[in-house]
């Protein structure tokens, strides 16, 4: 089999948030198209490093880092990058899900739009894309022009979803996305992203480990900044060689 592409990579990364040092040199590499997860106790730096990797954290005032990340071999944090086109590579879908007070259709293509598409066919030929692919199509293509915020908490959930994938992206990273859920709206999140990861790069923070498990390819473990272990996720879960990752997956803390 061949050896799948390294598509984000962190090479000693350092991450400050003023004198707080939150990030360890991290060193990382994940699998394109394929599911990475992160787990650990709260406040290990998930999240931080999750961020890290779309620049989400550069709105932080005191936040700062050393080393590189890189998405397709390029450094995402380069003078020559421009955060609004790597956002669109690198697509995001927070914890609570946060549609905006508008239809089912101008969420699912608000991007498009800030892009200046205007053009209804492709708008519409897109919000079908992109509603398809993230399993929502069905129970809305009869009220797309309806608010999106009469939708349930997992249907809102799949429309931000539908929402970054309008755009393209060719990674999504998803901190804790069915944490607000229910457990059959998570079940259908964790089937979506079985079903995405064919044609996507995906990041998962989650705090559940059965759903790292039973999500992801590759989980990596942090602890207090650092990235203590990271392997094929069936490794980690069988036979774990850090002591602090046993004892987190054996629920011994955390
Ligand atoms: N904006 C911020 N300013 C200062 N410190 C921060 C900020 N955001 C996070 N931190 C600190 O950085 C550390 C890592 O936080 P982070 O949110 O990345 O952890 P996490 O592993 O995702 O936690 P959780 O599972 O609870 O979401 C914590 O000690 C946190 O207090």
Redesign the pocket.
């Known amino acids: 089999m061949t050896k799948k592409h390294s598509k984000l990579e962190a090479i000693n990364l350092d991450a400050y948030?003023?004198d707080?040092h939150?990030?360890k040199g991290i060193n990382i590499a994940m699998e394109e198209k394929a599911v990475t997860a992160?787990i650990?106790?709260?406040?290990?730096?998930?999240?931080?490093?999750?961020?890290t990797l779309n620049r989400m954290?550069d709105y932080?005032d005191?936040?700062r880092i050393e080393g590189q990340v890189l998405l397709d071999g390029r450094d995402i944090y380069a003078a020559d990058v421009r955060v609004d086109e790597l956002r669109k590579e690198v697509g995001m879908v927070f914890q609570k899900p946060n549609p905006f007070p508008k239809s089912i259709f101008e969420n699912v293509v608000y991007g498009l739009k800030i892009q200046g598409i205007k053009d209804k066919n492709v708008l519409q030929e897109a919000c079908e894309k992109s509603l398809q692919h993230a399993a929502l199509w069905n129970e809305v293509k009869d009220k797309l022009d309806k608010s999106a915020l009469a939708l349930s908490g997992g249907q809102q959930q799949r429309l931000c979803i539908a929402r970054a994938l309008a755009i393209q992206p060719s990674v999504i990273l998803m901190?804790?996305p069915a944490s607000a859920l229910d457990p059959i709206s998570t079940a259908k999140i964790e089937d979506l992203i079985h079903e995405l990861k064919k044609d996507y790069t995906i990041v998962i923070?989650t705090?559940n480990m059965q759903q790292a498990g039973r999500v992801s390819d590759h989980t990596a473990f942090?602890y207090m900044?650092e990235l203590v272990e990271y392997s094929k996720t069936k490794t980690m879960f069988t036979s774990p060689k850090d002591t602090r990752t046993q004892n987190y997956i054996t629920g011994r803390f955390g």
């Open positions: 948030y003023g707080f939150a990030l992160f650990g106790p709260s406040g290990c730096g998930k999240s931080t490093f999750l961020r954290n932080i005191g936040f901190d804790e923070v705090h942090f900044g």
